[in-house]
């Protein structure tokens, strides 16, 4: 009953008292849907690195791949703006189908595995100039559409769709999370060889959580092609759309829900609105640095903190 009372004002307030007290701040609107857009890579590389136990650095793979396929289905093909965005996240999917072969190595031979053939997608998105126009980018990409009187174009719209994908995503994650096959999972990762003797397919459970980080991170990559109207090769397959999740994710605490879309909002405008203005030219710098901090002082996150002072603060409040 408390969760309950808990979401509905949380959703009200994401619904309602943001779009109210951001509505004369576009630059600022702007930063949240930003910011939102990080979280939902956040959100997929947690449930691929937390449930998978894969850790990704080529999440910018998916991310590039969506938004292409979103941008070239309106604008050569006259696809409608939300499917069109639909068909990016499946893309995403059949890409890392390709990958598929990769989920044979372990640790950081994987992680690097998907770092290559996220470079592999952005020279083929620079090298196919017939359908991609190549380094000369894409550009007057569709905005998103007017829908029964409402603009999904201009900066509330765009904020709402986002914060909608975020939500669905994270219902999806705790759906996955609290089900059986979130049980074989986690049980996976402690020891993959036991699981396999009861009959658990361990290759088919890590496949199906690739797929569906690729999914979530498409979807957001042709979102963000449809907001900013305009792509190129180095800038959807740009190695940002792989780190600053990771970081986000870590620095909030990737397993949990809330940590990885914490961490994303609070890493983005902290960076956005006071490192940047202090440090124009090596903010990321000072943004590493608080990373490295966080993992020294509380290695899985910024939530996990809070709550070991909670409890300390419980156990002195009773003692």
Same mark, same amino acid.
């Given at each position: ?28 609107? +702007? ?181 569906? +980080? ?83 002082? +509380? ?19 009773? +003692?």
């Amino acid at each position: 009953m408390k969760n309950g009372v808990i979401g509905a004002i949380v959703v009200l307030v994401l619904y309602g008292g943001v779009p109210l007290l951001m509505r004369g701040d576009l630059y600022l609107m +702007s930063l949240i849907v930003a910011s939102l857009t990080i979280a939902g890579i956040s959100l997929a590389w947690s449930l691929l690195g937390n449930l998978g136990g894969m850790v990704s650095f080529g999440h910018a793979a998916f991310f590039g791949v969506g938004s292409y396929i979103s941008a070239l289905l309106t604008m050569k093909a006259g696809w409608p703006v939300f499917p069109a965005m639909l068909a990016g996240g499946v893309g995403a999917v059949v890409a890392s189908v390709a990958m598929l072969p990769a989920l044979r190595l372990k640790g950081p031979y994987f992680a690097l595995a998907i770092l290559a053939y996220a470079q592999i997608f952005r020279i083929l998105a620079t090298e196919w100039t017939s359908m991609t126009n190549g380094p000369a980018g894409l550009s007057s990409i569709p905005a998103l559409p007017k829908l029964f009187g409402f603009d999904f174009g201009s900066k509330t719209g765009g904020y709402l769709v986002i914060v909608t994908l975020v939500l669905i995503f994270a219902l999806v994650y705790q759906r996955l999370r609290a089900s059986d096959t979130g049980l074989a999972l986690r049980a996976m990762q402690e020891s993959e060889d036991a699981t396999r003797v009861v009959g658990v397919n361990s290759t088919a459970l890590k496949a199906g959580m690739l797929m569906l +980080s690729a999914l979530m991170t498409g979807i957001v990559g042709a979102f963000n092609a449809h907001v900013i109207n305009f792509l190129e090769p180095d800038y959807a397959f740009n190695a940002t759309w792989s780190v600053v999740p990771i970081i986000a994710a870590i620095f909030g605490g990737y397993r949990s829900i809330i940590g990885a879309l914490a961490g994303a909002v609070v890493v983005y405008l902290v960076d956005q609105l006071v490192l940047k203005s202090i440090l124009p030219g090596s903010h990321q710098i000072v943004l590493g640095a608080l990373l490295v901090a966080m993992i020294i002082v +509380s290695p899985s996150g910024l939530t996990a903190l809070r709550l070991k002072k909670r409890a300390r603060a419980d156990a002195y409040a009773a +003692s």
